[in-house]
């Protein structure tokens, strides 16, 4: 099992920047592949970032530039950098970890809201 705490949401004004911080806990060995997700109010969840075992990222084409994805070695930590934040960024913002175990492979922290003011 994994557990996942993000951190570090808020609200900030447009063109400005925030960290989200994600600490995962338990069999953190078995993730192979870490990323955030965001929920605008009244949308459906959607990729933003993610960061597998080699390190290799993907982004949205919406915040391509302006978010950086990172981690630790050892997995326990991620960040989502983001800068010249847009109202539009505003949403709930998930962490999420795709990991070994075939019965239950995806793990989801609780959301963390970022609002940007125009």
């Known amino acids: 099992q994994v557990q996942l705490v993000e951190s570090g949401g808020g609200l900030v004004q447009a063109g400005g920047s925030l960290r989200l911080s994600c600490a995962a806990s338990?069999?953190?060995?078995?993730?192979?592949?870490m990323g955030w997700y965001r929920q605008g109010l009244g949308k459906e969840r959607e990729v933003v970032a993610t960061i597998n075992d080699a390190g290799i990222t993907n982004y949205a084409d919406s915040v391509k530039g302006r978010f950086t994805i990172s981690k630790n070695n050892e997995k326990s930590l991620t960040y989502l950098q983001m800068k010249s934040l847009k109202p539009e960024d505003t949403s709930v913002y998930f962490c999420?970890?795709?990991?070994?175990?075939?019965?239950?492979?995806?793990?989801w922290g609780q959301g963390t809201q970022v609002t940007v003011s125009s």
């Open positions: 338990g069999h953190v060995s078995r993730i192979i592949t």
């Open positions: 999420y970890a795709r990991s070994t175990y075939r019965a239950n492979p995806d793990y």
